[in-house]
């Protein structure tokens, strides 16, 4: 069983920062590709960002390109959300995913993992 656990939300104010952290626990499975989406209040989920397995390859939403960066960490199993300049349509519950894959992977259809979400709310 994999297990995914975001962690770093908050609340902050317009132009701050926050770091989401996703640790993936359990079974082992390599390679594996991980995303970041967000969901706010009636609206559908949405793609943020994504990395590939050996984190050479990178995507990103147009609205978060510039402010938002995704690292990953192999020896840690671990997806970070770095964001910065940050805007009160930034608030919603982000989502981190995990899927078998070595690929860049850019819609929420073809994760098999997710985590349970955190909130980030921005306030103006």
Known sequence: ???LVESGGGLVQAGGSLRL????FGR???PYAMGWFRQAPGKEREFVAAISWNGGIT???DS?????????DNAKNTVYLQM???KPE??????????NSARLLLHPWEYDYWGQGTQVSVSS
Not at 64 to 71: A, H, L, P, Q
Not at 90 to 99: F, I, L, N, R, S
């Open 21 to 24: 952290s996703c640790a993936v």
């Open 59 to 61: 995507g990103y939403a």
């Open 84 to 86: 910065n300049s940050l």
């Open 90 to 99: 930034d608030t919603a519950v982000y989502y981190c995913a995990a899927d």
């Open 1 to 3: 069983q994999v297990q």
């Open 28 to 30: 082992a499975f390599t």
């Open 64 to 72: 978060v390109k510039g402010r938002f960066t995704i690292s990953k």
